[in-house]
C-alpha cells in the first residue's frame, strides 16, 4: 500500500489525480497541501485524506518534511499562469522555485518517487520561457536523486478548467471535436485532464512496485504513453 503526498490538488489536473488516488485501493493514505481545500476533501473518507490548507506557502516544505508516515510517492501539478502571478518572474518563483523546494523536502524525508507533470516541448534551451522554466524544474528534480523520478509530458490538457481562458478554450473545443471523429486524431497532441491524472497515478505506482522500465531512474511518459497508463 502507497502513502501519497500531493501539491497541486485544487488545480485542473490535480483534482482529478486527487480523485484517482481516493478510488485507488492500492493507496491508503492520500495528504495533500494547497492555498485552498480540495473539492474532494468534503467527501473523501477522513481516515485517507488530510488537507493541509495555508496561503503561506513557505510553511509547505516543513508541512511536508513532518508528514507521517512518509509519503511513498510525491506528486506534483502545481502550476500557475504569467497573468495569475502577476508577470513571468514571479510565475517563475512560483512554479519553479516551490516546485523544487517541496522536491528537496521530499527527497529529504525518504520518498521514493516522485511524479511531476510538465508539459510537452519542456526544454533547458527552448526559445519560449515557459518551456525552459518547464525544462528547468525538470532537470533541478531530476538531480536530486529520487529512487524513481517520473515526467509526465502532455500537450494540450482537455477538459473543463474553473478560470477563464477563451483562447485555449477555443482550442480545447476542437480537440474535444477531433476526438468525437476518432481518438486518433486528438490523442497524439491533446490528453483530458482525467486521463492525465489516472496515468500520474498508476504509473507512479508502477515505478513504486519496481514495474516501470529498467535502465533508467527517471521514467518519461508522452501523449501516446499517458493515453496508454490512463486508460488502465
Do not use: C
Not at 510553511?59 to 495569475?84: G, Y
Not at 518563483?93 to 507533470?117: D, F
Not at 508539459?119 to 531530476?142: H, W
Not at 505506482?205 to 533508467?216: M, Q, R
Amino acid at each position: 500500500m502507497a502513502n501519497v503526498a500531493l501539491i497541486g490538488s485544487t488545480g485542473m489536473v490535480g483534482s482529478h489525480i486527487l480523485n484517482s488516488l481516493l478510488t485507488n485501493n492500492a493507496v491508503s493514505r492520500v495528504d495533500t497541501i494547497s492555498r485552498r481545500t480540495p473539492q474532494a476533501a468534503s467527501s473523501a473518507p477522513r481516515a485517507k485524506l488530510t488537507s493541509f490548507v495555508s496561503d503561506d506557502t513557505s510553511k509547505w516544505a516543513s508541512q511536508l518534511s513532518a508528514l507521517t508516515p512518509t509519503p511513498s510517492i510525491f506528486i506534483s501539478s502545481l502550476a500557475t499562469t504569467r497573468a495569475a502571478a502577476g508577470g513571468f518572474e514571479n510565475q517563475y518563483k512560483i512554479e519553479h522555485g516551490l516546485n523544487v523546494e517541496l522536491a528537496k523536502a521530499a527527497r529529504e524525508a525518504g520518498t521514493q518517487v516522485y511524479v511531476l507533470i510538465s508539459s510537452s516541448g519542456a526544454n533547458t534551451k527552448s526559445n519560449f520561457a515557459y518551456m525552459r522554466l518547464k525544462g528547468e524544474i525538470e532537470e533541478d528534480v531530476k538531480a536530486l536523486g529520487f529512487e524513481k523520478t517520473l515526467i509526465l509530458r502532455p500537450g494540450l490538457i482537455a477538459g473543463q478548467r474553473e478560470e477563464g481562458r477563451p483562447a485555449e478554450a477555443a482550442v480545447r473545443f476542437i480537440a474535444s471535436a477531433l476526438g468525437k471523429v476518432h481518438p486518433s486524431l486528438k490523442d497524439g497532441w491533446a490528453q483530458e485532464a482525467d486521463v492525465i491524472g489516472k496515468a500520474a497515478v498508476n504509473a507512479g505506482l508502477k515505478a513504486l512496485n519496481g514495474e516501470a522500465p529498467a535502465g533508467s531512474d527517471v521514467w518519461i511518459l508522452h501523449g501516446n504513453d499517458i493515453i496508454q497508463y490512463g486508460s488502465e
